[in-house]
């Protein structure tokens, strides 16, 4: 293992391998090496507070997890098979284990705990024992073969390309691994990897005797290209070569899985979003390493067309929650976003690789928006408290969580946020680029020479950069300084979002205190120079509160602002404002102020603006309020509690939701046979245009099918009804909810009986449409709606409404 071992120690980083890749492999790497994390050391106050959380809280939780939840004991029961076993949980749980690993192994490697190192080295024990002797290790299939998990299939790989997720736990366990041989020099965990890599190798091909399938879940081109560069051995790369040229060749072709047509002629992201990511994230990975262009052709229509069409202001990916999926151009719901954290993961990882192809800094325009944005709003302040989704509207539906059943985005933040340092430099001969701003310690090898480079900010809240650069001799090299888009006017590397005042932002940089100028080319400021011990850097960006309007295609955005300063986007919460946000209009020329708030959520800065608030009177009339806007960065909402909260903020009449008038259902207690955290949606007084199904919360009956379910209002004493409408949730052709087969009305009596009302006219049902009844007058505390589900698919509803 020594040559493994200086491999690793000179070219593996976190989420690239390909360090010193053209001194060290004939066949290819990327043109651009990053710094690996492990020679920067992060000082800032800000991403010092993650790093500590995910250090102190994030991951010791995760493992308890692991133990708590059985993770573990899957790995115990394997070892010792039974046909009485129960297989439980999700194919994936393995992953849990090997993706908080990789993420202890990270932060082991920045701050040493020899009982954390012990700690891993007994669980990775338990893993080794479930290893079968040819090193397939599947816990779903080996603790009971004759009866394996319903989504594993009757044999190996059977079910690969659908659910069982084989490779997908290779994929994590090959990261971990050699996460876990760089941290500490062992190789337990990386001969279990290896072990498992050559089973599939031998087993997963298109040679008589192998089984043809790609992964249904990606993750394993990645995995197996950096496998290849820690060992040297050609079969790692050729597998996931492999994994990538079958993919559309196969039998199942889904959008879902990206296999609807082979990689080389997509050129649209569709499907699940984060099966997407880490797809186009192996492509760069094996096109640097193999020098296809070809993949790099691809990849780069792809990303224009996220970028372009699919992004979320927030650097989300993913629209629906359908398929966890990208939904089609434009579409780009708010309160319904999907944006899973592990779908930002995938795109930072992602705009990484691209950069490295490249060179060019709108790819890191994009990784910014997303890191201080989209992903780190998947995981509380505190490090205890997760997002799976993170939309960008809410009424109080969404909360927090301590963990999921579905664990991959906790365990997927595990392994993500030590890893951050690993983003801020890149090094290509005589260049340094200085890709983020925070305070750090680094020291770089430039073309092989070591410079110490110091970096002092408080970014993101203050444009100011100070750069103290110490080559151990005096040098001549580039420094790269990285010119922010949102510095030049362009909010993301599209037309897809643009600033809607005139304001024009300025930089500027000085060397030992005289300013400078370059002529920027992709995106940098260079600074071509003989470096001296004792030099000093100043950048400068101007940073203001603007404002942003979306491309007009975007239905959800329109008559809508969103409100960023500098990389951080902000929104409106509820615990800020005594009022609802969701009814505020801001001016078409607002004027902001900014209050720096350290006692608040780890100190922010805070974003005022002056607004009104429409409301409907007893009568019916519109009355406006003068009101203060307080506005905090999105990745902290969610923090104090559920209610309100939104991203994008009406500043036109067409678009403003005026608080509406307490009504007799809006006051009721909601009951329902089924009851969901969206159970408050029939009754929030939010009513979808046109009946689409991304435009308000809605509440639903599924998984149920063909069932007849019910729910509830009860009232604070009697009331006098004779009406109803339903406004019905249908999102045919894709999803599981239908309009109702029949319903029905009833109310309780005097004896607390359900009685069916007397209707005036029949149940009518039709997509799209509200369905009214009309009934004899009845004096009762509750009503009820009883619902008969299709045979095959729930419903759902958007509003029920009473008269």
């Known amino acids: ?315 989300g990916i993913g629209a629906t929650g359908h398929g966890e999926a990208f939904g089609e151009n434009y579409q780009l719901p708010n309160m319904s976003a999907y944006c899973e954290t592990c779908a930002a993961i995938g795109n930072v990882y992602l705009n990484y690789r691209l950069f490295l192809l490249h060179g060019e800094s709108k790819y890191y325009d994009v990784l910014e928006r997303t890191l201080y944005n989209g992903l780190i709003s998947g995981v509380s302040l505190e490090g205890d408290g997760f997002f799976y989704p993170n939309p960008l509207e809410s009424i109080g539906q969404h909360q927090r969580r301590p963990w999921f059943g579905c664990a991959c985005c906790p365990s997927n933040i595990c392994r993500f946020i030590p890893s951050v340092p690993g983003y801020i430099y890149a090094v290509h001969k005589s260049d340094l680029y200085v890709n983020l701003f925070m305070s750090n310690n680094s020291e770089i090898k430039v073309d092989g020479k070591p410079v110490v480079l110091k970096q002092t900010t408080n970014y993101p809240w203050v444009g100011d950069i100070n750069l103290d650069v110490n080559p151990k001799k005096k040098q001549n090299f580039n420094l790269k300084i990285r010119i922010p888009g949102w510095v030049l006017g362009q909010v993301v590397p599209s037309d897809l979002y643009t600033f809607t005042d005139n304001k024009k932002l300025s930089y500027s940089v000085k060397v030992n205190g005289q300013s400078v100028t370059s002529q920027l080319k992709n995106g940098y400021f260079t600074i071509s120079r003989t470096w001296r011990k004792g030099d000093k850097v100043e950048v400068h960006f101007d940073m203001e509160a603007r404002t942003v309007k979306a491309h007009p295609l975007v239905e959800a955005d329109q008559g809508r602002v969103a409100v960023e300063r500098g990389p951080v986007v902000y929104c409106a919460e509820w615990p800020d404002n005594d009022y609802s946000v969701l009814s505020a209009v801001i001016p078409q020329k607002p004027v902001f102020t900014v209050e720096n708030k350290q006692d608040l959520l780890y100190g922010i800065n805070m974003i005022h603006t002056d607004a009104q608030v429409l409301n409907y009177n007893k009568q019916g009339k519109i009355e406006v309020k003068d009101v203060q806007l307080n506005m905090i960065p999105y990745y902290a909402w969610a923090h104090r509690g559920s209610g309100e909260m939104t991203v994008w903020l009406s500043n036109d009449l067409s678009t403003s939701r005026p608080m509406q008038q307490p009504t007799l259902a809006s006051e009721s207690k909601v009951d329902a046979s089924h009851l969901v955290k969206a159970i408050s949606a029939v009754n929030d007084q939010l009513i979808p245009k046109n009946g689409k199904a991304q435009a308000v919360p809605y509440y639903h009956w599924w998984p149920k099918e063909g069932t007849t379910e019910w729910i509830s209002y009860e009232f604070d004493g009697e009331k006098t009804v004779s009406g109803s409408t339903v406004y019905w949730y249908d999102d045919a052709p894709w999803g599981g909810c239908r309009i109702p087969k029949e319903w029905k009305i009833y109310y309780k009596n005097k004896d607390s009986e359900w009685m069916p009302v007397e209707n005036n006219e029949p149940y009518t049902a039709t997509k799209g449409v509200p369905s009214k009844v009309s009934f004899k007058t009845v004096k009762t505390n509750a009503i009820k709606l009883e619902v008969k589900l299709p045979e095959k698919n729930a419903s759902g509803i958007f509003e029920w409404e009473l008269e």
């Open 1 to 315: 293992m020594t040559t493994i071992k200086r491999v690793l120690t000179l070219a593996l980083c976190i989420l690239c391998f390909a360090a010193n890749a053209q001194e060290k492999n004939k066949t290819g790497g990327y043109p651009i090496s990053p710094v690996p994390f492990t020679s920067v050391k992060v000082t800032d106050s800000f991403w010092g507070q993650r790093l500590k959380a995910s250090r102190e809280v994030t991951i010791p939780l995760a493992f308890s997890k692991c133990e708590e939840t059985g993770r573990y004991e899957n790995f115990i029961k394997a070892a010792h098979p039974s046909d009485t076993i129960k297989v439980e949980g999700f194919s994936f749980d393995d992953t849990d284990v090997y993706k908080t690993i990789e993420g202890a192994s990270y932060s082991m490697q920045t701050f040493p705990d020899k009982k954390l190192d012990k700690y891993i080295d007994s669980v990775l024990t338990i893993v080794a024992a479930a290893q079968e002797a040819d090193g397939y290790l599947y816990t779903s299939r080996t603790m009971n073969p004759a009866h394996p998990h319903e989504w594993a299939g009757t044999k190996r790989w059977e079910k690969e390309e659908d659910l069982s997720h084989e490779l997908y736990n290779l994929g994590h366990m090959v990261e971990g691994a050699l996460a876990h041989y760089q941290a500490t020099g062992k190789t337990n965990f990386l001969d279990i990897a290896k072990k498992y890599a050559d089973c599939a190798v031998r087993e997963v091909g298109d040679k008589p005797g192998q089984v043809t399938v790609v992964p249904g879940h990606q993750i394993a081109e990645m995995a197996l290209s950096k496998l290849y560069v820690a060992t040297g051995e050609q079969k790692y790369l050729d597998f996931a070569k492999f994994l990538l040229d079958k993919r559309g060749y196969t039998t199942i072709k889904s959008e879902y899985s990206q296999s609807h047509e082979p990689v080389l002629e997509q050129d649209e992201a569709v499907g699940h979003a984060v099966r997407a990511a880490y797809m186009y994230t192996g492509m760069a990975d094996v096109a640097a390493l193999t020098g296809d262009t070809t993949y790099v052709n691809a990849i780069d229509r792809i990303w224009e067309n996220i970028v372009g069409k699919k992004l979320y202001i927030t650097g």
